[in-house]
């Protein structure tokens, strides 16, 4: 009776038992099995953190390895306000001053907020406010203040007397409710220099894989142009954290570092950009132009060493950016007047239509033809080639337009770059306009060759006289020499690049020799004539036309040259758009241009002429025995 | 029987202990041995940590102090300070400029050369 009792009781609970164990067989099959990759998904998402790192933005260099544009590292200040509780008063009142921000919107920022937000199931779910930005791009020093700030901060209250969650509290205010993300700040240490060259960034939020990481972005200039290469690659690090969010070394899962952007070296030269910006600024103050631009190029390559325009703008200020600092050079197009007439007389040389001594009757200022009559603004008479050139006689520049053609003529343009863009690396450059010969007009062939009816940049004309300065061969701008990496090494490098033979040795001489006439006595602009230096150049002065009139009393006047005339090392550009006191191009450009060629020769160390020396010291030669062959 | 149970009480049997004893010891030392590894893994893990934070501010000190360097060494700095200073600088002139002219190298003959005659082979390319 017992035994049949005990054994009934004995399985009664052996069947309990496996009942339990089955269930919770069951149970481990659902959690392991049938919800494996829900849980396995979740306990990751408990215990794996992401940590995202922003690839610090690379620097934008000059020829000689100084900083242009530079990335700083900085830090965004965060609070938690749920860690804050009633203490937000005190907090503000020391973070304020540090921050320098208003105490009583820190205070409010600081203030425990609960927000409303609905769920996936659309049901209302409230939420603590534990994320605050309150001051971006602060330097590390500042940062470094705050901490010791929150950490030595008091509260007024013996917290020793305190209840452990009361103790608690105070310490999360001091060690965890202020906190910071890292940041970084782009900074151009040379202020204005070349700021329309290298252009200003933006800092934008993007979004990946839901965290918000802030990335510069470029907006102009080389900045813009060359982003892909400046911006690098972000780092990420998938890890695991303790209870007090350290990261556990030993469960670091990815580490992938970032890859921080290559630095852009220009072929701009801070000296001599310096240079020409100091003689812009002088000439802008002493004739009051609306705008005033400079360049400065190798013939020889297309580098470009220096490019400024005035009014420009302080890149590190966003607010001194407008419309009016805009980069000239490459945006506006002008008539350029007599600077164009390089065009058609070294074309008619080439094209062996005159010879540099043949004679023009320059009709004495006075030259009627398609119904429209041509002005000079000296009276001449007969004229040589090569002193149409030194007179920048129109009208002698339209005999030689008209004797060329009109497709020859348009042909020359075109293979000197005109109406097309010249394909240096910046944004917003203009075409410029060239019609073909079918929309000319009957006197097109006479305004062409004096430089109106067609719009050029200011760079367009320079490198049309650079092509002179270079056999008559058409170089590519370059602005970019090279792409490297953070620790020197070059990825890219850019070489100089011919686009196109426009003239001939012979012609190119010819040219030359009558535009060496420019910068003496008798030509249009003595005063750009240097020292110890034969120049070669041409002035222009060009009406400016509005609503397709010309304006009497507003001109773009420009000077445009090259030294030593016979090994050109330099070619230069002055344009100035409405001056106020005096509009001759070789008056006001003049000497603008020899300004900027004598310090630049003097910087680059460009052997003078020799036959232009006086009380030349003889060059020592050193004789180096150890290099006897 | 008696004496048996006798001799086995005087018997000390220091095999068995010694066996559970070293037993004990090799799973109360692996035990051991696996939290200090642990706690040495956590700790090293912190250093490591540290050292990549100290290698980070390092390494952006650094840079922060190149850039000072290069700011300071730019012409646009020099030039600023030069004319602060009042130094009276001012660019060379092309006529105080000495320059220093190579001298071409001679050639010599070749019979002067001092270089070791190679011996002239079928293998040599």
Known sequence: MTNKQQIRRALFLLALLLLVFAGLGAWLVNLQVLRHEELSAKAEQNTQREFWQAPRRGDILDANGNVLATSVLVKRICADPSLVGNQSAVAARVLAPLLQLNEAELAQKLTPRVTVKKNQYGRPVTNELKYVRLAARVPEETWQRVVATMTNL???????????????????????AIFAEPDQMRVYPNGALASQVIGFPSVEESNISGHLLSQITGRDGIELAMDKQLDGVVGWRVTETDRAQRELVALRDEDVHA???LSVVLTIDSAVQHIVEVALADALQKHTPRSITGIVMRPKTGEILAMASLPNYDPNQPNTITPETRNRVITDVFEPGSTFKIVVVSGAL???TVKLNDEFNCEHGHFAFAGKILHDHDSQGILKTWEIIEHSSNIGAAKIGIKLGEQGLYDYAWNYGFGRKTGIPLPGEARGFLYPVKQWSKVSIAQIPMGHGVAVTRLQILFAMAAIANHGWLMRPMLVSRLQARDGGVVQRYLPERVRQVIGEKAD??????????PTKNGTAPDAAMKNYVVAGKTGTAQKAE???YVSGKFVSSFIGFFPADNPELCISVVMDEPKEGYYGGKICGPVFRDIAERCASYLNIPPDAKLMTNNPSALIVENAARKL | MAKNRKNQAAAIRFGP?????????????SAIGYVWQKSEIGRLGQQILEREKHLTQTQNENKRL?????????????DRRAKELNLGLVPAQPLQVVRIMEAVPVLEKKGSRQFAQRLVTRLTP
Not at chain 1, 509 to 518: F, N, S
Not at chain 2, 66 to 78: C, F, R, Y
């Open chain 1, 154 to 176: 008091t509260f007024g209250v013996d917290e020793k007397h305190l209840t452990r969650t009361n103790r608690a509290f105070f310490r999360n205010l001091r060690q965890s």
């Open chain 1, 259 to 261: 890859r921080d952007g």
């Open chain 1, 350 to 352: 080439n094209s062996g």
């Open chain 1, 509 to 518: 001489v010819d040219i030359i020799e009558a535009l060496k006439t420019v």
């Open chain 1, 547 to 549: 609503g397709g009139v």
């Open chain 2, 17 to 29: 202990a010694l066996k559970a004893s070293f037993l004990c010891l090799l799973i109360g030392g």
């Open chain 2, 66 to 78: 190149g850039d000072q360097i290069a700011i300071l060494h730019s012409p646009v700095m020099l």
